[in-house]
């Protein structure tokens, strides 16, 4: 009885401690479901990055396969580093500099947020890691524009600035609570997922590299070929697949909120794909197997900004509409006859732009209703939301570029961001990594 | 006619190619093969040099009529030697050999009209 009385004791005593455990310094309870919701996200936007590494991949020549890659991946490195340090205190920290970026001592190393839990019920590591991925992918996406011509020191040098003078200002002034255009109007510029931050930065910025570093060696006369589209394919399922962490995951929360990003996701890259490849049967008599990936890449794109305020009906027009004005904007380009090599601007920039303007038309009423309570004059329609969406386009647009040409007009002085001629020819895998992507492969 | 067989380097492909197509000699074939010659090159796997004893390298073959093989000759001669015009080991050899006949497929034509 005496030993029965101890052992109950001694439960309580655990009990206790566990629910202790569960609170942080200021009292808030973490929502495990929530929790364990984002950390599987943080794991699904991480996988993004080599499925993006082998999208890309397989799209170049074999003498530049493993450079291509190591653009994706040297970016996990570089970007994880400089996140901790600085990047999430300039992204989500207060206003400094008349709210130009953030700061926040507490997040200099991330040495302030230990026992941080927000007031979503997730610990801040969690959103710290979650958005880490995001900052990572959006350079790893400009890549693209300018694959098989660049220096792979000089690039490393390109992604760090990049990323502190472009995407960490325009991630403030989008995600901060307090960043300038998501307190734009009554509910603010809609970007759930990151279409102004992650895709038009990467579009805009690439479209500006790729013009400022000129095309390839022997573009566009000399056949340049995907070396394999098979791997490029699996890099395409993996992006989709990581994307619903990307969308889904932008809820920071798991409910409602969620299940609808995911939805949204899921019919407007299925949309997309099929578009493209319709699309591509009328125009060319073929349906391709890169088409199918790009229209599933346009959809993505289109819905990412969207994916929280649109109903599935609103997905689909936002997918088949992005496939369709990707696709033209690809073959103007192959009349222009620049050289974004993977079609960043093509596909990251105009999906961007097209999924962050034509949203306003999709809003679910529920949304509409908050947002004309919380105005002025109690009055909000989808004009007023759509003259907020393209101004924060515009913003991104000209900061992107601007800030992108400086960037690479900088790093110029010191470190040559193209490749020499023997570079180039030589391959990106011999010539900086000394190495060989294949084996015995056709000389193309 | 004769057959040119020239084994040059894998980062010349290009560079010969463009002065081919600019000498009018457009109807080649491309393999990549590997050899042993004088060259050696070292690659690096995890720190450790290795130096493979067979070298990958780029096989051209073009089939021509006796008065097109010193242009063709001269076109790969110029354009596959690296280092400017200095050359160095491992820019690669061209054989010449004589070629007994030549029929196109399509129509059946033989000889100088079939090249």
């Known amino acids: ?444 | 006619m004769k057959l040119i067989t020239a084994i040059i380097r894998e980062v010349q492909l290009d560079k010969v190619h463009e002065a081919l197509i600019k000498a009018e000699i457009e109807r080649i074939t491309v393999s990549r093969v590997s050899g042993h010659g004088q060259q050696k090159i070292e690659e690096l796997h995890r720190g450790r040099i290795v130096v493979p004893d067979l070298i990958p390298k780029i096989k051209i073959e073009i089939a021509v009529n006796d008065d097109f093989v010193d242009v063709t000759v001269n076109t790969i001669l110029k354009s596959a030697r690296t280092d400017g015009t200095e050359g160095r080991v491992g820019d690669g050899k061209i054989f010449i050999t004589p070629l007994e006949e030549c029929i196109r497929i399509r129509t059946g034509e033989r000889g100088r009209d079939a090249i």
């Open chain 1, 1 to 444: 009885m005496k030993s029965i009385g101890k052992k109950s004791l001694l439960l309580l005593v655990f009990t206790l401690f566990s629910i202790t455990g569960l609170y942080a310094s200021d009292g808030i309870v973490i929502d495990s479901g929530a929790t364990a919701w984002m950390l599987t996200s943080t794991a699904l936007v991480l996988l993004m990055i080599p499925g993006l590494g082998m999208f890309y991949g397989g799209l170049v020549r074999s003498k530049n396969v493993l450079g291509t890659v190591m653009h994706s991946f040297v970016a996990m490195g570089i970007i994880s580093v400089l996140w901790i340090i600085i990047g999430y205190s300039m992204c989500f920290g207060k206003n400094v500099m008349g709210g130009l970026i953030g700061w926040n001592n507490g997040y200099f190393f991330l040495n302030g947020i230990d026992n941080n839990v927000m007031k979503e019920g997730i610990p801040e590591y969690v959103f710290s890691m979650f958005q880490c991925k995001f900052a990572i992918i959006t350079p790893a996406l400009l890549a693209g524009a300018f694959a098989e011509r660049v220096s792979f020191k000089a690039y490393c040098f390109f992604i760090a600035l990049w990323s502190l003078f472009v995407y960490n200002p325009l991630c403030h002034w989008v995600w901060a609570s307090d960043g300038f255009l998501f307190n734009l109007g009554p509910k603010g510029a809609i970007d759930f997922a990151g279409g102004t931050v992650v895709h038009i930065s990467a579009g805009v910025g690439g479209l500006v590299a790729a013009l400022y570093l000129g095309s390839r060696r022997g573009y566009p006369y000399q056949v340049i070929r995907p070396n394999n589209l098979v791997i490029t394919m699996l890099g395409a399922g993996l992006l989709w697949v990581g994307w619903f962490g990307f969308n889904a995951g932008s809820s920071i929360s798991s409910g409602l909120s969620t299940a609808q990003a995911l939805t949204a996701t899921q019919i407007a890259a299925a949309t997309g794909a099929l578009t493209w490849i319709i699309i591509e049967g009328f125009h060319q008599g073929k349906s391709t197997a890169l088409g199918f990936a790009s229209g599933i890449l346009a959809g993505l794109v289109a819905v990412t900004p969207a994916a929280g305020v649109v109903q599935p009906y609103g997905a689909l027009v936002l997918g088949l509409l992005a496939s369709c004005i990707c696709y033209i904007a690809i073959q103007v380009k192959n009349k222009l006859g620049y050289d974004d090599s993977l079609d960043v601007f093509g596909i990251h920039g105009v999906g961007g732009i097209v999924g962050a303007i034509s949203l306003s038309f999709f809003i679910r009423p529920s949304w509409m209703i908050e947002a004309a309570a919380s105005s002025s004059d109690g009055k909000w329609t989808i004009w007023n939301q759509l003259g907020i969406q393209i101004l924060a386009v515009g913003i991104a647009i000209t900061f992107a570029a601007i800030m992108t040409f400086l960037v690479i007009f900088v790093l110029n002085r010191f470190i040559k961001l193209k490749s020499n001629e023997d570079d180039e020819m030589a391959g990106l895998d011999r010539a900086y990594h000394g190495e060989r992507g294949y084996g015995m492969l056709n000389p193309n």
